[in-house]
T-cell receptor, first 116, second 114 residues
Framework: AQSVTQLDSHVSVSEGTPVLLRCNYS??????LFWYVQHPNKGLQLLLK??????LVKGINGFEAEFKKSETSFHLTKPSAHMSDAAEYFC??????????????FGKGTKLSVKP | EAQVTQNPRYLITVTGKKLTVTCSQN?????MSWYRQDPGLGLRQIYY???????DKGDVPEGYKVSRKEKRNFPLILESPSPNQTSLYFC?????????????FGEGSWLTVV
């Protein structure tokens, strides 16, 4: 069975410092992994996705994530935080076996605060 | 502009009064789904549809119904709402149900059942 754990419910950083949002997954097969961002009162927007191509995935707004199979991790990083990055971030996993988006599992979310 | 549109965005209703949340997408997507978001629980899938006239239960289907008579519309029906259905609801779509396709979300519908 697949599952996803976001290790921090809340992360606070200062503007200009690095961001690290941690995600661990459990999957019986080759997973697809995603990071979504949700700004206040908005829907979710795809930041980046891993679907068994390059293990280092670059997304929008300077974010990237690295798929590490040995650690079952897919942590999201950004070298320098901006105030506009303050939002909630969701790690999402899906088993590629069976092939349906109906098998998406969302993490519980990490709220990122950015201090001036 | 490509979008997923939900209505109403905000609704307060009373227990037992049937309501429908509409969802429409203008991208000719085959796949559509409904999620609810509750604090500390992330998003949980209610129902999804791989194509017209094809619907399946997600993780939390109890108390909800859906239909997919047309490709662009996927309404969520609460036949007899209860307070535990107070939540933020998202409709989503993607070009197909295959893994890896980008999912597009609506802006959410805040539902309060008193």
């Amino acid at each position: 069975a697949q599952s996803v754990t976001q290790l921090d419910s809340h992360v606070s950083v200062s503007e200009g410092t690095p961001v690290l949002l941690r995600c661990n997954y459990s999957s019986s097969y080759s997973p697809s992994l995603f990071w979504y961002v949700q700004h206040p009162n908005k829907g979710l927007q795809l930041l980046l996705k891993y679907t068994s191509a390059a293990t280092l995935v670059k997304g929008i707004n300077g974010f990237e994530a690295e798929f590490k199979k040995s650690e079952t991790s897919f942590h999201l990083t950004k070298p320098s935080a901006h105030m506009s990055d303050a939002a909630e971030y969701f790690c999402v996993v899906s088993d590629s076996y069976g092939g349906s988006q109906g098998n998406l599992i969302f993490g519980k979310g990490t709220k990122l605060s950015v201090k001036p | 502009e490509a979008q997923v549109t939900q209505n109403p965005r905000y609704l307060i209703t009373v227990t037992g009064k049937k309501l429908t949340v509409t969802c429409s997408q203008n991208m000719n997507h085959e796949y559509m789904s409904w999620y609810r978001q509750d604090p500390g629980l992330g998003l949980r899938q209610i129902y999804y549809s791989m194509n017209v006239e094809v619907t399946d239960k997600g993780d939390v289907p109890e108390g909800y119904k859906v239909s997919r008579k047309e490709k662009r519309n996927f309404p969520l029906i609460l036949e007899s709402p209860s307070p535990n259905q107070t939540s933020l609801y998202f409709c989503a779509s993607s070009i197909t149900g295959a893994i890896g396709n980008t999912i597009y979300f609506g802006e959410g519908s805040w539902l309060t059942v008193v």
